[in-house]
């Protein structure tokens, strides 16, 4: 069984190792370049991604991760990972940071505010709950998140969470923030996927429901059927689907 890599350089990896761990599934801390080559896919977890971005800098691993994304191995980001994965982050820090790119989008790094206007919502997740069972809803965690703005034609959007007209609503690369009440209310792309790219701009690794873990695991697991043997099992045959009564092992919200 295929450990998966999740990228432990700072921000919420013991959350995901230990959400992994609820699935039977093993998590294996990545802060090097050569560990890449020990896993089949890849959670870059939520965290500060200017600070990801320098510690990643600092240990040269935006080549290897440039490479891992190229070779369609499974990536998902979360918040922070969602910003490393886009082809394009507006809202950043003077100077910018360093992508590693490979889904074709434009993100907002803080589309949603500061630390204090950090919030949860229900999100409407089909996809999701046609795939695992479960409520037509999950629980997004989103602190300090960012957005997805615009796609690409082969993006498939999975959640989208209403804006009230008092926040900011609308950025791309030729029209600048709005203020508020200047655009009607409308809905922001939350949740993505493109191939075997994942990213949602806010946190299932701090919540009881494991359902989008599920859904990368099989994504993970579909992609090894016939390239490798080393895809990604469950120890001791674990049923993924959802059974309503999640197993908890931290302070999560429920």
């Given at each position: 069984?295929a450990?998966v890599?999740v990228?432990?350089?700072?921000?919420s990896?013991?959350?995901?190792?230990?959400?992994?761990?609820?699935?039977?599934?093993?998590g294996?801390?990545?802060?090097?370049?050569?560990?890449?080559?020990?896993?089949?896919s890849?959670?870059?977890p939520?965290g500060?991604s200017?600070?990801m971005?320098?510690?990643?800098e600092f240990h040269?691993?935006?080549p290897?991760?440039?490479?891992f994304?190229k070779?369609?191995?499974p990536?998902w980001?979360?918040c922070a990972?969602?910003?490393?994965?886009?082809d394009?982050a507006?809202?950043?820090?003077?100077?910018?940071?360093?992508?590693v790119?490979?889904?074709?989008?434009t993100?907002?790094?803080?589309?949603?505010?500061?630390q204090?206007?950090?919030?949860?919502?229900?999100?409407?997740?089909?996809?999701?709950?046609?795939?695992?069972?479960?409520?037509?809803t999950?629980?997004?965690?989103?602190i300090?998140a960012?957005?997805?703005?615009?796609i690409?034609p082969?993006?498939?959007v999975?959640?989208e969470?209403?804006?009230?007209?008092?926040n900011?609503?609308y950025?791309?690369?030729?029209?600048?923030?709005q203020?508020?009440?200047?655009?009607?209310e409308?809905k922001?792309?939350?949740?993505?996927?493109?191939?075997?790219?994942l990213?949602?701009a806010?946190h299932?690794e701090?919540?009881?429901?494991?359902?989008?873990?599920?859904?990368?695991?099989?994504?993970?697991?579909e992609?090894?059927?016939?390239?490798?043997?080393?895809?990604?099992v469950?120890?001791?045959g674990?049923?993924?689907?959802?059974?309503?009564k999640?197993r908890?092992?931290?302070?999560i919200?429920?």
């Amino acid at each position: 069984m295929a450990a998966v890599g999740v990228l432990a350089l700072q921000g919420s990896f013991n959350e995901h190792i230990a959400a992994l761990a609820r699935l039977g599934v093993k998590g294996m801390e990545i802060r090097k370049p050569e560990q890449l080559q020990n896993v089949t896919s890849l959670i870059i977890p939520g965290g500060e991604s200017t600070t990801m971005a320098k510690l990643a800098e600092f240990h040269n691993l935006f080549p290897a991760l440039r490479e891992f994304v190229k070779m369609g191995k499974p990536v998902w980001g979360t918040c922070a990972g969602l910003i490393f994965l886009a082809d394009k982050a507006i809202g950043q820090k003077t100077g910018g940071q360093e992508l590693v790119g490979g889904l074709d989008c434009t993100v907002h790094r803080n589309f949603f505010g500061s630390q204090i206007q950090s919030f949860e919502a229900e999100l409407p997740v089909p996809e999701l709950a046609c795939k695992e069972g479960g409520p037509e809803t999950f629980r997004g965690v989103f602190i300090r998140a960012p957005a997805v703005l615009e796609i690409g034609p082969g993006v498939d959007v999975l959640a989208e969470c209403p804006v009230p007209s008092t926040n900011v609503l609308y950025s791309s690369s030729a029209v600048q923030i709005q203020e508020e009440n200047s655009v009607p209310e409308e809905k922001v792309i939350v949740a993505i996927k493109q191939g075997n790219l994942l990213g949602t701009a806010f946190h299932p690794e701090l919540t009881a429901d494991t359902r989008w873990h599920s859904y990368f695991l099989k994504m993970a697991s579909e992609a090894g059927e016939g390239t490798s043997s080393r895809s990604v099992v469950p120890a001791g045959g674990v049923d993924l689907s959802y059974d309503g009564k999640p197993r908890i092992d931290l302070p999560i919200f429920q």
